[in-house]
């Protein structure tokens, strides 16, 4: 199933850069959820292209239609479909790409491994196929207003080159996210990332960076203690997305140099609840959400695609040099923020219908 | 599917540290393939407790029986049936878990999720869970002897608390590895590492680290392109081993800081074959295997069942303190390469089936 | 996966009867397959409302838009989405199922089910719905005209209400089938199998009947031995379909009155394959097809909607009767057919990738 | 997932005739559900070879042991691993199958599906394999004691050879059926339909027949409307057991001749719940459980191995005469009974969860 995510809560995307366009066909989602087209597109808007100075500039609408599973503003627990069309198309932007390879893209990968590929714009492998991962995940989240409320994910980019972000992950807000065009909760330093992306796509180069997310207020007991771990799904979520290099959950790398007896979290009882001192485990025990914050990290490599010249061979074999032309971001970070949440909420709002079938 | 890995060549395991065993069942194995217990065994003995003084002590001989699925030396195409017993079982040393929780240990969240839990050694949550893992990678490897017999996968401990490995990935050979017990494939400092596990151990406590993985000529074009990414399946195998939280690929984290055109791998021709110049893709791009070595880090917390006081809470609710008993690792990471192996080698295995259902 | 059909080769179909359209989403087709829309839209008009006198009137041109997944012509390994519009929507004809259940029809089960539902034109129960499924089995068709030409599935009508044909399954031809609009390959009674329906609309009423399909040149180890066996699978199929009631393959209900002796077949060698004298197996044995035709037959019991008065309740629980206006068939079974052929294809593709993955 | 079955509630079965045994692994089931070895051995008896005279005489106590997933007689979440060791084995009478293909069995198709196999006793096309599917369905059987304590299922032979039962259905109850060694609910003609399978056993010959299954008090709402309509997973279910040819729901191939108005099952309100006046929809609408009884038919033809001279021919093609040795069943009729409920029951569980997880 290579183009579908979730057991339960099932989303297949499909589209290419260019061509008909993109979409996603959610399958499982409860009856009577709430779900309107402007419900999908507030997140599909800040995915969206062209939304600052600071992001590729091609001229997407991005405006998603609802064409099956709901009636008269509600789900109907058959599988809902979702389209948004291909508006801004230059193919002939990529015409080099099509007998050259662009280092570390999927050029390459692809012509090897199905012989064939829509070399406009990326096809299949271009950030456009996210599209219908954040309009599943907008789906999911209609779920959790209904039936878990106080959920609450926000994700933001807390490192952009070697500029970090030293805001406490515990207190970010999606107001504080959304409150400038790079997604970093720190109003005092926003301005000197902008700054480095600017100056990057200047260069003609990029930049990499790291979105952290959190997760308040999830129920306990989601995650299978086996290979559907919650952190298993969370990093396969994450890593699926394009350029993402790594993903660390709680105490994560750092947490290697402790020892046992500086890295366990105490349990303590309050109001009721059993609750942790501490939160090394991100959130997560024997891969099973324990009711504390989940907060993970995930790696972003700079963007491939570069408008500096590069060494790199023919589909015949030849060596050659590229530089590119087409729109590209000099940094996904902004743009990656509402595909960790998408993502985030598609582990799991799967997860707790799975909980749900099985639960006492 | 929370006990199933896997999409062509499935493996389901089963088993709790107290009871009948542990066991395997392998789907989808390829039919003709040479299979004995022996083939299984040799990487169960790289996994077993009391295989060295740095380990947890418990007594098992981890014999691996094949109940099913081979005929004269070969497998028939039917599910392969493995099943290791449960010999040296001590229920009476876990007592206390039965009433309280052992902090950062999956004691409080199984009970949540479950409202029931086998508290003897830790239940499902014991790492004898991974006897099935390794048993099924075995059975993957030798799919690889007959079809990719040049496959070669290749962990190793690369960080233990703070002292880090500096030996050069591409060069670790198995050898090297086997040759010390820690599975530290630097002979100049592994004694120190030893050394670093025992004292930690002398004072009932445990340390994380790192497993560095490095698969050569693996073949150009596994992986799906979208969310069955090689680097996500890896990720979600990886996070799914106990104790894990973090996992990075090629450049992984430190590549963040990087931009574009110090990150990006050139491509030149050589032999007939596109190849990088670096590879801080790690061996994958768009989610599909370019051909170079694929080199990941997998970081794994302290255990968490240490010998320590520590504070906890009770399964009524009331504040405990709990000092363990029963035989723990005071590090994983030795015993955790041959379980890193396993899933990359059903990682690969399973997509290597996939991409021959297409191939041209 | 309620929504998806296959297990390598994958359909997800979406759609209601009234709204945006219908659709599908193919994955896991191989590259490189030659795919145009023409190459769908033979099988939709087959399908196609108002192809003749003794089907719906309803008007809809049921034109495919391949919206991804094709380049230049040809197949990218990427998910084909194919969307189909519906155009002669008249919301108002089905008015009073709002309000009351049609009979034997899905209108109570869904409102039971989901506490919702579309009531125009019967939502996602309808048999616009099969419009995907025509779709992708059209798909599974062009990579058999590459990979496998001589493979041929064809279905026909060959009981309709009490009128049997009695032509022999061996001989039928495709050009037969397609040669009346009862596609029933015997043009001495077709005219009297259409008199029947017209005989029945014209009483407001509708009848059942049996299709029949034959797959010729099918390869042998198609099929998977337990659960998956290739008749299990072609039944799941089938009665998957709107009105399906029954399945039977080779000797079926009329061969469990036999003796062994007189319905095992016999094996013998003509050049250089394995034979069998007579074929009440079906074309499969063990779950697997062993290379002689495939022959089944699927039961389709009459149209629920008539336009007659029947005895019902309403949603909020009072008895009621309703006569049905709207637009239906009298008889589904002309339209069933490439139904079945589609279904046929789509169980036979998948495990002909299925068996390519593991083939020696 | 070949040898896997259900989305939620998954079994995966492994083993052949001869060799370590066979066994089933079940995944998905809810914690805390009563669970002993007694609870399955009760229709592992009833599947049992060597329960009567008119059953294979293999001598074989199928004796359960549950190595996992249960704890202090309870269910934990986890996988339940039940295993049953093969006693009587006699590899030897099975000489003649290492060199020469049984007609109608699947020796042949293994053969070229796998280009191996266990020829002793049928290795895993073998009945033997249905004693995980049976343990499995004992242990939904015990969910549903506990959840929905008043669901029925009854299976019993309704024809064997020419002999048809007329009892009616509805009223057929689980103490009938075991009241004599044919499964036969008519106490007035089983010993005639003793007499026919002793007859044809003493003729070395075998006989056909029909298992009748009828479901009572099922809630409504089961089912998936497109693929996995309750029909299609009952038809799957069905046609995956060994020796079957057909199956048919409800009014099934006989509806086929009836027009809508005489077909329809006409609805009524009764005790606040809607009801319907007839049955023939047997119990499924729209591919959705509506509260009625769920009674379909299975065909299974007579068993292929016979102890006549048979025209084969041999592995390496050449024309040969075979008669069978072994241990057989002249008639598979009595002891699919018990396989029939078994599938029924994990159809219906697994379906039951699915419900669960999106209810309102």
């Keep these: 199933m290579p183009n579908t995510f979730g ?49 590729t500039p091609r001229k ?21 479909s979702i389209w948004v069309k291909n508006e801004d198309q230059r193919a002939e932007a990529y015409k080099e790409m099509e007998t050259l390879f662009r280092p570390s893209h999927a050029d ?16 299949r492998s271009s950030a456009r196929e996210t599209i219908g991962r954040v309009a599943g995940g907008a789906v999911a989240q209609q779920v959790f207003k209904k039936f878990l409320p106080k959920l609450e994910i926000v994700a933001f980019v807390s490192q952009v080159g070697n500029l970090s972000s030293t805001v406490p992950v515990e207190a970010v807000s999606y107001a504080e996210v959304e409150a400038n065009i790079v997604r970093w909760p720190d109003s005092t330093d926003a301005e000197r990332v902008i700054e480095l992306i600017e100056k990057v796509r200047s260069q003609g180069d990029s930049v990499g960076g790291v979105v952290t997310c959190v997760v308040r207020h999830a129920p306990v007991g989601l995650g299978e203690p086996v290979f559907d771990k919650l952190e298993a799904d969370l990093a396969k979520g994450m890593m699926s997305l394009p350029a993402t290099k790594g993903f660390e959950i709680g105490s994560g790398f750092a947490g290697t140099s402790l020892k046992g007896s500086e890295h366990n979290d105490a349990f303590y009882q309050e109001a009721g609840r059993v609750r942790t001192l ?82 006492l």
Aim: proline share 5%; with cysteine; charged share 20%.
């Design 7 to 55: 057991h339960l809560f099932q989303i297949t995307t499909w589209g290419e850069s260019h061509g008909g366009g993109v979409g996603v066909v959610v399958d499982g989602c409860p009856p009577r959820i709430p779900l309107t087209e402007a419900d999908v597109q507030l997140d599909l808007d800040r995915r969206r292209p062209g939304q600052s100075k600071i992001v």
């Design 278 to 359: 501490t939160n090394r485990s991100g959130g997560v025990q024997g891969g099973i959400s324990n009711g504390e914050d989940i907060i993970f990290r995930v790696a972003f490599k700079p963007t491939a695609t570069i408008a500096q010249l590069q060494q790199t061979v023919s589909v015949t074999g030849e060596a050659a040099e590229l530089k590119a032309r087409g729109r590209h971001d000099p940094c996904v970070l902004p743009r990656a923020v509402p595909m960790v949440e998408a993502m985030t909420r598609l582990v799991l709002v799967d997860h707790w219908l799975r909980q749900r079938a099985i639960a």
């Design 108 to 123: 390459y990968t692809y012509q090897a491994k199905y012989g064939i590929r829509n070399w406009q714009g990326g096809g």
């Design 60 to 80: 997407e609408s991005d405006t998603a239609q609802i064409l099956s599973g709901t009636f008269q503003g509600q789900t109907l627990g058959t599988p809902i």
